[in-house]
């Protein structure tokens, strides 16, 4: 019981007031981490407010000058800071020891002094969609990959050590970082360095060029993998294997073999397989300085909260639960003391941060995408069947037939050849077209509107009901009905959309 809990951490004090052992203080740092999983910290001060009468001289010393004071004020300032009333319960517990005339000169009497108000750290700010895009990184072109990686690493882990345990528990209970201002930066950098991945290679004119783009921020994700960041890793890679990206032929074929390899063993050291089975190997094997793939680990969080109860029985607290979670926590803010091992130019730092800061949807990436290669299957199904002389053209009336089927209609401009339309003509139709049909929610290749998205809670898949893994991107969602769905799981959702069946 919660009463029982409390006397246990109270008897690992000696009589001098200090933690008899190991074991005894882990106890008492982990009851005063965690019991707010199961308990609030107000009622867990207030059950302490009445005990308090019920001690003993010496207990009360020990609880007073130890505990209370130095163990869960001192250590865990940010718990009072985010509330009040548990700093009025223990101003309260000070005034009961006050009339007794048990008040010491301890500076740990005043709960005022042990509340200092921290700078809110703001290492990276979420892009505001009012702000101008950038359509050219500022920075990109004058670093090295070794330098790059180096400076997302900073960012990155600047990021990651704000974020507290109370962080880490608002997320698993509430499920979303709402309100949760150091997880949501950590996300947004994610999601920002992805989209720069992306911009950055569609932001090149010719295929020879965005290959080139493509094989830097493969160095960049090598270098990534060398300083054991595996969440900005996650971020690289992830941009590289978007499906507007991977959709580049042209480019793809222009990548050196070596290249190509190295992308495919990323992506299987990355790999959701085996619930990420390859990751976990290798970031238990890394020592000293590294960033886990936050992701990764707030599921495994997530699944501890709920697979564990809070309550064996009616009262009995699971200690068991809070114990994992314990564990698990306290071996992530222990990455925090770390020293990265390399050092960050303030400057450079505000560049790369100002080149992060790009703003667009996932239906304007996509139209850039086809327009840098609007390959399109339809297209070439059309020159195959209508054009009999391979000279590029077709007549117009064949492509009134065609365009006739087709959910958009629109003038064509005057074209090269009377009554003949060409290949490049169609093309250009059909971007145009494909591109309407995006805004307006429609999609060509499937009945449902999938598009690909980062989900900020857990979600489960529609087909297999499987969790959906990852920080980024980890699965596809339908605008239209909303349901959700792994990559590999997509083709086998029903083909008829529900909403729009039923309109």
């Known amino acids: 019981s919660l009463d029982e809990l409390i006397q246990r951490c109270l008897n690992c004090f000696d009589s001098e007031g200090k933690l008899s052992s190991p074991k005894g203080s882990q106890l008492v740092h982990m009851t005063l981490m965690m019991h707010s999983w199961v308990v609030p910290s107000q009622m867990f001060a207030h059950k302490l407010l009445t005990l308090y009468p ?28 985010a509330n009040t009333l548990l700093e009025q319960t223990i101003e309260d517990l000070w005034a009961l020891v006050r009339s007794e ?50 400076h997302l690493s900073y960012l990155e882990f600047k990021n990651f050590c704000s974020i507290s345990f109370l962080d880490y528990r608002s997320y698993v209970v509430q499920g979303s970082v709402r309100e949760n201002p150091a997880l949501e930066r950590s996300v947004m950098m994610c999601n920002g360095v992805s989209q ?142 770390c020293t990265p091992p390399f050092e960050a130019n303030k400057d450079l730092l505000h560049l790369l941060t100002l080149s992060l800061d790009l703003y667009y949807t996932e239906d304007e990436i996509y139209e850039l995408s086809y327009t840098k290669e609007p390959k399109n299957p339809k297209i070439q199904s059309i020159m195959k069947n209508y054009d009999q002389s391979q000279d590029g053209y077709i007549s117009l009336q064949d492509f009134e037939e065609i365009a006739a089927n087709f959910p958009f209609s629109f003038c064509i401009r005057k074209t090269d050849r009377d009554g003949q339309i060409s290949r490049e003509e169609i093309t250009s139709y059909f971007i145009r077209g494909m591109s309407i049909c995006a805004k307006l929610g429609y999609n060509f290749n499937d009945a449902h509107n999938f598009h690909e998205t980062t989900y900020k809670r857990p979600t489960f898949c529609y087909t297999c009901g499987g969790f959906l893994w990852g920080v980024i991107k980890q699965g596809y969602h339908c605008k239209d009905c909303g349901i959700n769905c792994h990559r590999h799981c997509r083709d086998q959702v029903g083909t008829e959309c529900s909403k729009k069946q039923k309109n």
Request: charged letters at 20%; a positive charge.
């Open 101 to 150: 005339g048990e008040e010491t000169n301890s500076p740990f009497t005043d709960t005022s002094c042990l509340l200092p108000r921290s700078p809110h750290v703001n290492v990276y700010r979420a892009p505001s969609p009012s702000m101008k895009k950038r359509k050219v990184s500022l920075i990109f072109d004058h670093m090295e990959p070794d330098e790059m990686a180096e």
């Open 196 to 337: 720069w991945v992306q911009l950055m290679i569609l932001s090149r004119h010719t295929a020879q060029q965005r290959a080139q783009v493509f094989t830097k921020f493969i160095h960049v994700a090598q270098k990534l993998r060398a300083l054991q960041n595996f969440n900005t890793l996650m971020a690289v890679t992830g941009g590289l294997c978007h499906s507007s990206i991977s959709r580049l032929k042209d480019t793809f074929n222009l990548l050196p073999p070596d290249i190509t390899k190295a992308l495919s063993e990323l992506t299987e050291l990355l790999s959701s397989h085996s619930n990420y089975i390859n990751y976990r190997r290798v970031y238990n094997e890394c020592g000293g300085f590294k960033v886990p793939i936050l992701g990764v680990h707030l599921k495994d969080l997530i699944s501890l909260n709920e697979a564990l109860p809070d309550y064996i029985s009616e009262d009995k607290i699971n200690l068991s639960k809070l114990q994992h979670l314990y564990s698990n926590i306290s071996d992530l803010l222990a990455i925090h003391s």
């Open 54 to 81: 019920q001690l003993s001289h010496s207990s009360k010393h020990t609880f007073l000058s130890r505990c209370a004071a130095r163990q869960w004020i001192s250590q865990f300032p940010a718990v009072f800071e």
